[in-house]
């Protein structure tokens, strides 16, 4: 594991080279005195010269501040903008693809050494970091402004978690910043000896995929069609626990499912539109072993829209000719698992936005139909705003469960000043929803490979084996020069 549980608070000043014109509400608020830093400091794996710096980096109340300029910037993959009424805006890259970064660094040097101490001054005006306004007067470590350039400190949790930058000390005892690294894209798929990942090289056909060995970590790229030909490999049928596709009978406005109602639809689910016309219906059926069988309907419009469309969702229990309504979840379903027990796990995966920008908050959940037929809602009982399945997204894991029915999950809390208290992490859970909780750290994207080993994918090209705690690191320009 990496040093994300080792560092206190670390704070870096940004300069914002847009911002030049800026000047400060009051020119003579309070000054601070700051020094150079006395240990080395890299970003994106560059070793920077600070002394020749044209904009040194200061250190000030044991924290470390670093000067953006719009190189630096371009590099961690910040964007920022000013306005008299709005002030000092700044916030994670949000293109998507977002940029690789494949040239390093151009440092800003000077002939002339700096040396300091130098005087800086506490900043006034309005300021969001990614849409949060920050309380400059009340902040432990405020923002400042030198040489009419606006300096922001930030905590952990303002340059980890929110501008998912990483912040690394290294052997030498120096600072190591990593940000706005994106060749290594989404992951298609494993197999027994590599993690397979799509390459944000777009314009490359022979660099589309790269293959990781899962044991040495060594890295090889894979062409276009190579990718293709591993997509298709793991799109060729349906997943055995996803469902089959069905048609219920429909008598006026009663749906039967072999000889059991199940549904009446109401007015709003046959409203037809002038523009759209009438809702479309599908359906799908998924065995739940000894407690029968689950029906999703989904009715969607056909309605131009700029974000997702997942229309309506209703889902029955289905068993010895009664149908029950399983209100509580009507989720767009993504895998049924019935267990040796005679529990059935019913699961929702995260959806995406539909230009790909990550997923929606809110949309992945999971709950257990207990051998009497009650259904219990995970993300209830664990206060969790989403509920991930690991194996949901290995198409060729043939069950996300165990062997016992167990299932590996992550919980990402209801806001946690809405919690108490906060159940954000890794669990192990089992079919009498007894959670173990393994680890208190959900961030990143999760996946179960095929010998059920959890592999984490963070920002950054950052790829961690969970179970052994090694965690690596590839560069945007590093990767970009790999043959």
């Known amino acids: 594991m990496f040093s994300r549980f080792k560092l206190g608070l670390?704070?870096?000043?940004?300069?914002?080279s847009t911002l030049a014109t800026f000047t400060p509400l009051h020119a003579a608020s309070p000054s601070v005195r700051a020094t150079l830093p006395s240990f080395p400091i890299s970003i994106?794996?560059?070793?920077?010269?600070?002394?020749?710096?044209?904009?040194?980096?200061?250190?000030?109340?044991?924290?470390?501040?670093l000067p953006l300029t719009w190189n630096h910037l371009q590099a961690l993959g910040i964007e920022s903008a000013w306005g008299e009424a709005?002030?000092?805006?700044?916030w994670t890259n949000r293109n998507f693809p977002r940029p690789a970064r494949i040239t390093p660094l151009v440092q800003d040097l000077s002939d002339v050494p700096r040396r300091g101490p130098f005087t800086a001054r506490l900043a006034e005006g309005n300021i969001a970091l990614n849409e949060i306004a920050v309380d400059n007067g009340s902040e432990p470590y405020p923002f400042l402004t030198f040489q009419n350039i606006i300096y922001m400190p930030l905590t952990w949790n303002f340059v980890h978690d929110i501008l998912q930058i990483?912040?690394?000390?290294?052997?030498?005892?120096?600072?190591?910043l990593i940000g706005g690294q994106n060749v290594i894209g989404p992951l298609p798929g494993d197999d027994d000896h590599a993690l397979y990942f799509q390459s944000m090289l777009t314009g490359d056909p022979n660099k589309a995929m790269i293959k990781m060995d899962k044991s040495t970590y060594r890295l090889e790229w894979k062409s276009r069609e190579e990718l293709e030909e591993l997509r298709g490999s793991r799109s060729a049928s349906e997943h055995p626990l996803a469902g089959q596709p069905v048609t219920p009978e429909r008598q006026d406005r009663d749906l039967f499912y072999g000889d059991t109602k199940v549904y009446t639809l109401t007015d709003s689910d046959v409203w037809e539109s002038a523009v759209w016309g009438s809702p479309v219906l599908t359906a799908k059926e998924y065995p739940a072993g000894d407690q029968g069988?689950?029906?999703?309907?989904?009715?969607?419009?056909?309605?131009?829209?700029?974000?997702?469309?997942y229309g309506t969702t209703y889902n029955f229990l289905v068993r010895n000719g009664t149908s029950?309504?399983?209100k509580e979840f009507n989720r767009i379903l993504d895998r049924v698992m019935p267990?040796?027990?005679?529990?059935?796990?019913?699961?929702s995966a995260s959806l995406p936005w539909r230009f790909g920008s990550g997923p929606i908050p809110g949309t992945a959940g999971l709950g257990l139909i207990d051998r009497d037929g009650q259904l219990h809602i995970v993300n209830e009982r664990y206060n969790g705003m989403d509920v991930v399945a690991l194996g949901l997204t290995n198409p060729v894991l043939s069950n996300p469960a165990a062997v016992d029915g167990s299932l590996y999950v992550v919980i990402k809390a209801i806001r946690p000043e809405h919690s108490t208290p906060d159940t954000t992490g890794l669990y192990r859970l089992n079919t009498k929803l007894e959670a173990e909780r393994?680890?208190?750290?959900a961030s990143g994207l999760h996946y179960l490979d095929t010998s059920r080993t959890i592999y984490i994918q963070y920002p950054n090209n950052t790829i961690e084996n969970w179970n052994t705690g090694e965690s690596h690191t590839w560069f945007d320009h590093e990767l970009a020069a790999m043959e």
């Open 10 to 16: 670390i704070a870096i000043v940004i300069l914002v």
């Open 44 to 65: 994106n794996g560059q070793p920077l010269d600070m002394t020749h710096s044209q904009y040194p980096f200061l250190f000030y109340q044991d924290i470390t501040y």
């Open 86 to 90: 709005e002030g000092l805006r700044i």
């Open 166 to 176: 990483d912040i690394r000390l290294i052997e030498t005892g120096g600072l190591e």
């Open 293 to 309: 069988d689950i029906l999703s309907i989904n009715l969607k419009w056909r309605i131009a829209t700029v974000g997702p469309n």
């Open 324 to 326: 029950t309504e399983l």
């Open 339 to 347: 267990n040796p027990d005679g529990t059935v796990w019913i699961t």
């Open 438 to 441: 393994l680890s208190s750290y």
